[in-house]
């Protein structure tokens, strides 16, 4: 048995639960809460609307204040379409790497958390630390607000939140803003050759995205300089629909929108600048049939993780890392939103964001002894 056997049989252990953010959690939740009581610790449950997927979190030690969130999500991307050399959800191990969907983002965090529970306890904590288990991060952060809601109010207030994204165990306190949304014009179909009496909602959407790429290049000339990469707010649009056959005016378009955001900058800003140009094409179509429209459905909205020079939280992990500075990452998660309620927040955990949603994503063992060794000494310290 190797030195972390212990935290690869529990990486092992959620990797085998088909957590894609299509999928139900709950076989995973079930598996945590059925080991956590199995150690005389309650969890709470903070479901989506329906009971289909739940978060979980956990007090391990005193309910006291001063406490520090281990936040992590359960939810992984898919692997269809992607050339695995082994099943992704059995946790391989070649060359000193740990193969398999969600080793890298983010079980690993967990896993070594969790198999760490055992020595918590015996510890003797003197402050507490807190589970905080989401699901549907990877589909834009849907699942964490109303777990974060309810941590503020039940749980004595923590002096620290910790997210386990991949970052090498760097110390990362700041991360841009996301922001999907999806914009769907209806026109007015007539024959392609009379083109005075019909709307096409294509040309009508091309417009638009036209105006998006415009806003997206005043917002890099206007760039500061600032640690992200790149150091400005951008917006592209990935995916578009529309139309029926090449002689009809296309009578429907729908095109999904995201805007990666850098602090300072505000989504609805830009959301109502989008609006109000749209309200403007909009009346011009009208002119031509008044059942046109076109609607804009803001899908996801995780606001950034912005540095602060005061920040406890990256102060306490420097200081267990034996990091000196901090860094910023040009991705999005759940950082933001608990800084959002007012917890000081920092990212840091095991395994390289290179790796995340790839075929043969793996964490290498080197960086599940990092991951072990520093939550050792985050033991250690809250129990001094």
Not at 332 to 355: K, R
Request: proline share 5%; with cysteine; net charge negative.
């Amino acid at each position: 048995m190797t030195d972390i056997q212990h935290q690869i049989d529990w990486l092992s252990r959620l990797v085998a639960h088909d957590t894609t953010s299509s999928r139900s959690n709950l076989n995973l939740i079930e598996d945590v809460e059925a080991y956590l009581h199995g150690l005389g610790v309650e969890t709470k449950r903070v479901a989506n609307h329906d009971g289909s997927k739940t978060n979980l979190y956990a007090i391990v030690g005193p309910a006291e204040e001063g406490g520090v969130v281990l936040s992590g999500h359960t939810d992984v991307v898919p692997v269809t379409g992607q050339p695995w050399d082994s099943d992704p959800f059995t946790v391989s191990e070649r060359d000193g790497k740990l193969y398999g969907r969600g080793t890298c983002d983010m079980k690993a965090f967990s896993a070594i958390g969790l198999s760490l529970v055992p020595e918590m306890l015996q510890a003797g904590l003197k402050k507490p630390l807190i589970f905080a288990l989401s699901y549907d991060e990877e589909v834009g952060c849907l699942g964490a607000p109303d777990m974060i809601d309810e941590i503020i109010r039940e749980v004595p207030r923590p002096a620290a939140v910790i997210v386990g994204e991949p970052t090498m165990m760097k110390v990362i306190d700041g991360h841009k803003g996301i922001s999907s949304f999806r914009t769907r014009v209806k026109g007015f179909t007539t024959h392609s050759s009379q083109t005075q009496r019909g709307v096409s909602a294509v040309m009508v959407a091309a417009r638009l995205v036209t105006f998006i790429e415009d806003m997206a290049r005043e917002l890099r000339a206007d760039a500061v300089d600032n640690p992200f990469d790149p150091p400005y707010t951008t917006m592209t649009v990935n995916v578009i629909n529309g139309g029926t056959q090449l002689n009809i005016m296309a009578a429907d378009c729908a095109f999904d929108w995201d805007l990666r955001s850098i602090p300072g900058d505000d989504p609805a800003e830009i959301h109502s600048r989008f609006t109000a140009y749209a309200r403007q094409i909009e009346a011009q179509m009208k002119k031509r049939d008044t059942g046109c429209s076109i609607e804009t459905e803001w899908m996801t909205k995780a606001p950034c993780l912005a540095p602060r020079a005061d920040n406890p939280a990256a102060d306490l992990v420097k200081a267990i890392s034996g990091h000196n500075h901090t860094e910023v990452v040009p991705y999005a998660a759940e950082a933001g939103q608990f800084q959002q309620a007012g917890l000081s927040t920092v990212i840091c955990g095991p395994g390289s964001i290179d790796q995340a949603h790839q075929a043969n994503e793996f964490i290498s063992l080197d960086q599940m002894r990092a991951g072990t060794d520093f939550m050792r000494r985050l033991i250690a310290r809250m129990a001094s």
